[in-house]
Nanobody, 126 residues
């Protein structure tokens, strides 16, 4: 059974950094595209970054481009989201997700991801 666990969230001030982790179990995700999404109160869940299975040409939402970096460690079956220069508008619950089929390209819509973690809360104060 596929299981994703996010960690690393917290309460920080604007301008600070956080590193989120998503540990996967149940299968090796070396050949799967993984995504980071976030959901803020009153808003729909949106993609933040998508790491293709071969880690080539990672996608970033315009709102985080240049500040966030997504990466994966195949040996640890873990993906990361390094978040720098955090803004108040980055406040949200952050989720990692995995596409259902191997060798699939990245997608920006949540319906294209089959497995989800429970999320980790990131709160940025001014």
């Amino acid at each position: 059974q596929v299981h994703l666990v996010e960690s690393g969230g917290g309460l920080v001030q604007a301008g600070d950094s956080l590193r989120l982790s998503c540990a996967a179990s149940g299968r090796s995700f070396n050949t799967y595209t993984m995504g980071w999404f976030r959901k803020a109160p009153g808003k729909e869940r949106e993609v933040v970054a998508a790491i293709p299975w071969n880690a080539d040409n990672t996608f970033y939402a315009d709102s985080v481009k240049g500040r966030f970096t997504a990466s994966k460690d195949n040996a640890k079956n873990t993906v990361y989201l390094q978040m720098n220069s955090l803004k108040v508008e980055d406040t949200a619950r952050y989720y990692c997700a995995v596409r259902s089929s191997p060798y699939s390209g990245w997608r920006s819509t949540e319906k294209d991801y089959a497995y989800w973690g429970q999320g980790t809360q990131v709160t940025v104060s001014s």
